[in-house]
């Protein structure tokens, strides 16, 4: 793992590949260094089945294809270098040669069943036992009428936008960017600083992602950033929030196999389905980590849009994939828990293509308390762009998905995205429709720590999605 962060994504040269092969010769004879006796045959062994066993799950964690190839490639080199391979080798081929001489009667691939053995049930049995299991009745709970025909019967008179009172005297409105992506030039909240200036705002600006700091981005249920930023939103303290859930265990390229496929290639397949959103049945371990923890991070930002609305004012901004064409295929825009939330009067969903993209991207915009939130939006796009033909389906020339890149918002739309809140902003303080809010000293520190960690533009990589362990 060092070797790799050390040597990708640029690539490793070949001397730069051998430092790998060294790293693990240090470890295997590090017992024999004190010894002074060859490499023991059991140390070769344990090495063999670790790299049949452990290496493929320590490979997929990496999501480079070409690092990925590179290791294994190396491992494989390597490994022909030791006496206990060669001899494995050897056997198996003598063992061949042995077969081809003395041929093996055919056998049944399976042994017959005992007669004495009892039958198991058949589907028109009388006895027919069940287990319950809630994933597996996700479907009904979506379906069912208590959930998605639940409406408000009253509402709360409109909230006045929430200021932060610092310890200097000053107030600032508190911007929340939840799952930002890393920071870089002229993004959203690059673009919110500029517009404050112009705007004469005060803003307090928290780009929050793994991508941006592995302490104040983490969002994993139970983790004590998400417990603390809860806490600050349970205090009424943000006044506007911007949320990209991730989408890949949603993304509709899921469901496209490219025409340049290579033979023997796999693409990722689909995990979800409309009826079945928190995950089909049959996945793997690992498909499942994703489902979860994508299905968390969508939830969560629709509970950030409930403490909006019941809580406190202030504005809220929700993007994600538009809503697929075809209705089987799933998407948290027909997910029970947003439909009941969309009904609220000042919650609207907007669909717009990402402009400034160089590939097509149908986006879902949920606001609310936004009246303008168009208007100011498409104030920021290109009237005379063209329509791009390219696709982010596959891979490209370095192995990467093509829709890695493509997940970060493009300049211009972020200029859009981070307009609409700062006129959503000053429009609630030139009618001095604010209120001050006072939070705990804890909270003001961890604000004071996320805010610091996420002023710097130090990454120049994207990461996954899904950062399983």
């Known amino acids: 793992m060092a070797w790799f962060q050390t040597f990708y994504p640029q690539g490793p040269t070949d001397e730069e590949k051998d430092l790998l092969a060294d790293a693990w010769v240090e470890v295997l004879c590090a017992r024999c260094f004190t010894s002074e006796v060859d490499l023991d045959p059991w140390l070769q062994m344990v090495f063999l089945l670790w790299g049949e066993h452990w290496m493929p799950d320590l490979l997929d964690s990496l999501e480079d294809g070409v690092a990925e190839t590179d290791i294994d490639h190396l491992f494989a080199d390597f490994a022909s270098q030791l006496d206990r391979y060669r001899l494995l080798a050897r056997r198996a081929q003598l063992e061949y040669k042995l077969g081809l001489c ?10 017959n069943a005992p007669a004495d053995r009892p039958k198991c049930p058949k589907a028109n049995s009388k006895v027919v036992q069940s287990v319950p299991r809630p994933f597996a009745d996700q479907v009904l709970w979506q379906q069912r009428v208590l959930v998605r025909q639940m409406s408000f019967l009253d509402l709360r008179p409109t909230q006045a ?10 107030e600032a409105f508190l911007v929340v960017h939840l799952f930002s992506g890393r920071r870089r030039p002229n993004d959203v909240h690059a673009s919110l600083q500029e517009f404050a200036t112009t705007c004469q705002l005060k803003l307090i600006v928290l780009s929050l992602d793994t991508a941006v700091s592995s302490e104040f981005g983490d969002f994993a249920l139970g983790s004590t950033s998400w417990q603390t930023l809860e806490q600050v939103y349970a205090a009424g303290a943000v006044g506007a929030t911007l949320v990209g859930s991730p989408c890949e265990t949603f993304s509709e390229a899921r469901y496209m196999v490219p025409d340049d496929l290579p033979a023997g290639s796999v693409m990722p397949r689909p995990l979800r389905s409309a009826q079945y959103l928190f995950g089909l049945e049959g996945l793997t371990a690992r498909e499942r980590l994703q489902c979860h923890l994508g299905g ?8 950030v849009l409930s403490y909006h609305i019941m809580k406190f004012g202030g504005c809220f901004v929700s993007e994600h994939p538009a809503r697929p064409r075809d209705d089987t295929r799933p998407s948290i825009w027909t997910s029970a828990i947003l439909q009941v939330l969309m009904r609220h009067l000042e919650a609207t969903l907007s ?14 915009l949920l606001h609310y308390q936004m009246p303008n939130f168009c208007k100011d939006l498409y104030q920021h796009a290109d ?15 370095t192995g990467q998905f093509k829709t890695a890149k493509h997940k970060e918002y493009p300049a211009r739309f972020c200029r859009g995205l981070a307009f609409t809140i700062s006129q959503a902003l000053a429009a609630a303080a030139r009618t001095s429709v604010v209120q001050s809010v006072v939070l705990p000293n804890h909270l003001m520190c961890w604000i004071h720590g996320a805010a610091k960690a996420s002023s710097f533009v130090h990454r120049h990589t994207w990461m996954p999605d899904y950062q399983g362990t």
């Open 383 to 397: 009237a005379s762009a063209l329509r791009p033909k390219d696709v982010a389906i596959g891979r490209d020339s």
């Open 102 to 111: 003395e041929p093996t009667a055919p056998t049944a691939h399976r042994m």
């Open 351 to 364: 669909h717009v293509s990402q402009f400034g993209a160089t590939v097509t991207k149908p986006t879902g």
């Open 161 to 170: 936008c929430p200021r932060l009172l610092l310890p200097n005297g000053e």
């Open 296 to 303: 968390n991070f969508f939830q969560q930002g629709a509970l």
